[in-house]
């Protein structure tokens, strides 16, 4: 029922930075967190940062003070800039899109993958 596209993922140096975006579509609870994730081969998924409908964010400590991440409900989209990025950094990315009202409408993207070279 909602459909997610990623665009923005590519190969980037280390230290550069990268834009993501993720556009939601089909039956769109306004209420809803949107966040991003990341899955390096090997490791578990994990959760970069997330957004509220009404702003509130939450980062991984890993990539505070490096990433932001935004959206506009208006559009449905949300955005991971991602500066000074680190080879560790290096995963493919995820976005998510979870209902407030409706806990079970959860869904993901295909995945778009960031690769950091050193």
């Known amino acids: 029922q909602v459909q997610l596209v990623e665009s923005g993922g590519g190969l980037v140096q280390a230290g550069g930075s990268l834009r993501l975006s993720c556009a939601a579509s089909g039956t769109i609870f306004t209420l809803n967190t949107m966040a991003w994730y990341r899955q390096a081969p090997g490791n578990q998924r994990e959760l970069v940062a997330s957004i509220t409908a009404g702003g509130t964010i939450n980062y991984a400590d890993s990539v505070k003070g490096r990433f932001s991440i935004s959206r506009d409900n208006a559009k449905n989209t949300v955005y991971l800039q991602m500066n000074s990025l680190k080879p560790a950094d290096t995963a493919v990315y995820y976005c998510?899109?979870?209902?407030?009202?409706?806990?079970?409408?959860?869904?993901w993207g295909q995945g778009t993958q960031v690769t950091v070279s050193s």
């Open positions: 998510n899109y979870r209902s407030y009202v409706a806990p079970t409408r959860n869904y």
